[in-house]
């Protein structure tokens, strides 16, 4: 099992930055990848960010790409998703999730990307951009 607690959201002005973080207990932090996933209001959980388990591997969506960075620590058991630039468009409950089924990412066969594919979720966190 593991257990993933967000933080770091809330309410910010166009343009602006945000750094969230998730805090993993449980099973080896080191034996899973992570991703950020958003939902918005009457729309489905998108796929955001992914990292493998070493952190040398990661694949931001076309979205976020050049605003969004993710990152972990693995000494502190920590994966984190630096937002700048946001956009009104960019409001959302964001989730961390856990995948130990593929921990050096699977871009190509589109698994990193899939929800179901993540075994632990977050409770999440919101995020409200205001033009």
């Known amino acids: 099992q593991v257990h993933l607690v967000e933080s770091g959201g809330g309410l910010v002005q166009a343009g602006g930055s945000l750094r969230l973080s998730c805090a993993a207990s449980?099973?080896?932090?080191?034996?899973?990848?992570m991703a950020w996933f958003r939902q918005a209001p009457g729309k489905e959980r998108e796929f955001v960010a992914a990292?493998?388990?070493?952190?040398?591997?990661?694949y931001h969506t076309a979205a976020v790409k050049g605003r969004f960075t993710i990152s972990r620590d693995n000494a502190k058991n920590t994966v984190y998703l630096q937002m700048n630039s946001l956009k009104p468009e960019d409001t959302a409950v964001y989730y961390c999730?856990?995948?130990?089924?593929?921990?050096?990412?699977?871009?190509?066969?589109?698994?990193?990307?899939?929800?179901?594919?993540?075994?632990?979720w977050g409770q999440g966190t919101q995020v409200t951009v205001s033009s």
């Open positions: 990292i493998s388990w070493s952190g040398g591997s990661t």
């Open positions: 999730a856990a995948d130990g089924e593929e921990p050096e990412l699977n871009i190509a066969q589109g698994h990193t990307m899939r929800p179901d594919e993540y075994e632990y």
């Open positions: 449980g099973r080896t932090f080191t034996s899973y990848a």
